[in-house]
């Protein structure tokens, strides 16, 4: 079958300026004149049927021209591939067509690269600043603003949600407006919806982000690339190793090199460990929003139990930084497979405990069915991935479409929900939960031999032994030490199946020490876009249990 | 004789030395007294915003257990409170929030600054993350570590439990550090 670039190459002849032919996804580089006719192209055209726009990213190369660049990320669920589109935009004419209208998810993508970078998109509904406040001068990411260019905001700006076109329902008052958060109970943590109440019933409801904006973007372009290991711990705080991996695989793919055997192995139970962590800490707290914390004691007590395994494995609980860029930075403990046993039943008596109290509950059926449901169509339009997306019945899972570290040899399945409602988002996580046990089981049995790490002295820092005891190896160490990894000129996009979805990090190398541009695609932001349309006509007590069965995790969502 | 005898048989002559009608009591400050009952009992806004957070969590939870220190209601509302613990990196958007939510607390109020990101701004030194929540409201204890183990951050509320009861003998200027 044809690959995506070059049925685009053969349908936009005279529009490419560029593929990269190595990778099957591209990037293919096209002019910015008909840049929306092509995005269109690939979403509508039967061979190339692109339904996901997964993300949208934006890169600044200083001193060339055209010097902005925004990357379109495309994905097919029916063919299973993938095509990056890069559009050069110039300085002096800084705009772009929207696609808003065609996918849900470029709303906010785009809102993004207009604060970060200021591409201005026409057409665009509501292009405000969505990470930075609103008082905020220039756009940040940009090579030329500085890194420590703080601007402080005195008072948070209150805005106006337009009233147009809403009726009042019974007449009996005006329309309130709420603050739901960032400081609220039930908003966990940096999460703020403003929201016009009719009564009860939430008639409007606008999301703000950014209030834990902490520029991991702006960060990993200051540091080498093993150095970003310990930020991308800090995306997904609630399963950090899975970003390690994410991370550390884009690169690797940018380098062209592949973990030993011995450490994707080892990467898939520590992988799996942090998906069933996660989940359950998602499950505890959407129930302790509706009420029930006693399964938030039940569902955090597993996680002690895996954070004993990190704390042995690397020395750290919550943040690991276990991933080295190929393979990881120390091997296995001895009694490793018996902690993990021991972990397994633990989250066995967790997870019954929590069924025997949940499943059957009247007030939990009656609180999560038929709550904040989404079809499968818009679900993917808004760019669902993950457990939110096979809880509205679509079936996409990375590990499965395109395995990666041997997870095609493992036998499990993909838990499907029907409707999209609270109540599938809670059981599809409960299943994977499930899943991810069985795929511990079976990764646990037979660990191939041989090193956790690449023997290639241009990825790794040499060992302490040959750094003290030979010429070479100290100057193995020096040249690490003082001029980095110098992965070749180039861009690269690496997923994987996160615990909230398809976690994608676009890198861009000049051939530097340091990455020029990192772009993180976190689930969480996709999903929290959707949370107007989840939440609007419900009763304000059940958009906080749809926010709940969404988790969206705020370090991944402002990043 | 053991010290626990000792010590009775020292009260007991105490007591004989003592006017007949002797009653037993202690003598104190009312202040003192106050501050006793304070540091045993915190109400924690928990001000949770990143991975510090999430630590937090397990030290509410059975294992590390904060309510043996007498400070584990937290109150979502600022006015119910009187211990604001801060974990978490705090962004110039977030900042405002946190210096309302700050006023609105009861008087008297502490400040817990729980790892490197709200002490310090952490490994963020960058155009929008707040180096250090003292530039924006005072702070009491600070804890480092990213995220700091919860041992650490029970070891802050037992050094704010001191602090309570030193209360206007606590030396001024002396740092609280861990």
């Known amino acids: 079958m044809a690959r995506p670039i070059d049925i685009v190459r053969a349908k936009f002849a005279d529009e490419v300026l560029g593929v990269n032919e190595a990778r099957e996804e591209g990037p293919i580089v096209v002019k910015k004149d008909r840049i929306r006719e092509i995005l269109a192209f690939c979403r509508d055209s039967a061979d190339l049927s692109m339904d996901f726009l997964m993300d949208i990213a934006g890169v600044d190369y200083l001193g060339r021209d055209p010097r902005f660049e925004v990357v379109y990320n495309l994905y097919s669920l029916k063919f299973k591939h993938r095509i990056l589109i890069r559009v050069p935009v110039p300085e002096g004419d800084l705009s772009l067509p929207t696609v808003s209208d065609l996918w ?243 989250v066995w008596a967790a997870m019954n405990d929590i069924m025997a109290l949940l499943k059957k509950n009247r007030i939990f059926n009656d609180r999560v069915r038929d709550v904040g449901a989404i079809g499968k169509d818009l679900a993917i339009s808004y760019g669902f991935t993950g457990p939110n997306l096979r809880a509205a019945g679509v079936e996409y899972d990375v590990r499965k479409a395109r395995p990666y570290n041997g997870y095609d040899q493992f036998d499990f399945d993909i838990p499907l929900g029907e409707k999209g409602d609270t109540w599938d988002r809670f059981f599809v996580r409960v299943e994977e939960i499930k899943q991810s046990i069985h795929i511990i089981e079976q990764a646990i049995k037979d660990i191939p031999g041989g090193p956790v790490i690449v023997d290639d002295i241009a990825v790794r820092l040499p060992d302490k032994q040959a750094v003290y005891g030979s010429i070479e190896g100290l100057m193995a160490h020096f040249k690490h030490i003082m001029h980095g990894m110098r992965p070749p000129a180039g861009e690269v996009y690496g997923w994987t199946e996160a615990a909230n979805g398809e976690l994608g990090f676009y890198i861009v190398s000049d051939g530097g020490p340091k990455p020029y541009r990192v772009k993180v695609r976190p689930p969480c932001f996709y999903y929290y876009a959707a949370f107007p349309y989840l939440a609007e006509g419900s009763f304000i007590a059940d958009a906080v249990v749809t926010l709940g069965s969404l988790n969206v995790i705020a370090g991944e969502l402002d990043r | 004789m053991t010290k626990l005898s000792q010590a009775k048989a020292d009260v007991k002559e105490f007591v004989g030395k003592g006017p007949s009608h002797w009653q037993p009591f202690v003598t104190t400050k009312l202040r003192y007294l106050a501050d006793w009952g304070r540091k045993y009992s915190l109400w924690p806004y928990p001000f949770g915003t990143a991975c510090c957070g999430i630590e937090y969590m397990s030290v509410l939870m059975s294992r590390y257990d904060i309510s043996r220190y007498g400070a584990e209601l937290v109150r979502f509302s600022p006015r119910q409170a009187d211990l604001l613990v801060v974990a978490g990196t705090i962004s110039y958007k977030m900042a405002p929030v946190l210096k309302q939510i700050h006023g609105q607390l009861c008087d008297p109020k502490w400040v817990i600054s729980v790892g490197a990101c709200a002490s310090s701004g952490g490994f963020y030194n960058n155009y929008c993350t707040v180096q250090g929540i003292d530039e924006i409201i005072p702070v009491d204890v600070y804890v480092a570590g990213c995220p700091p183990h919860p041992e650490n951050i029970l070891r802050s509320v037992i050094r704010l439990q001191e602090k309570i009861q030193a209360g206007a003998d606590f030396p001024r200027g002396m740092k609280v550090e861990l």
């Open chain 1, 104 to 346: 849900k998810s470029a709303d906010w993508g785009e809102r993004e690269c207009w604060d970060q970078y200021g591409v201005v998109f026409t057409g665009h509904p509501f292009l405000r600043r969505i990470l930075n406040h609103e008082d905020f001068v220039g756009h940040p990411l940009r090579k030329d603003y500085p890194v420590q260019g703080r601007q402080i905001l005195r008072e948070t700006v209150d805005y106006e949600i337009s009233r147009e076109g809403l009726a009042q329902s019974d007449g009996i008052g005006n329309f309130v407006e709420v603050n739901l958060g960032p400081a609220h109970t039930a908003t966990h943590g940096t999460l703020r919806s403003k929201v016009l109440l009719d009564g009860e019933i939430i008639v409007k409801l606008v999301p703000e982000i950014g209030y834990l904006h902490r520029g991991f973007e702006i960060m990993s372009e200051q540091v080498p690339y093993q150095h970003v290991i310990p930020y991308t711990d800090r995306l997904n705080y609630c399963s950090c190793a899975m970003n390690n991996t994410c991370y550390a695989m884009a690169v690797e793919k940018l380098l062209g090199i592949e973990a030993t055997p011995r450490a994707q192995r080892i990467r898939v139970l520590i992988d799996e460990i942090s998906r069933i962590i996660d989940h359950l800490v998602a499950l505890g707290v959407n129930a302790m929003d509706m009420g029930a914390f006693t399964n938030f004691w039940y569902a955090f007590w597993p996680r002690e139990l895996a954070y004993d395994i990190f704390t042995k494995l690397c020395g750290a609980r919550l943040t690991t930084a276990y991933t080295r860029i190929g393979g990881l930075s120390n091997d296995i403990y001895e009694g490793f497979e018996a902690d993990v046993a021991g972990f397994i039943k633990g």
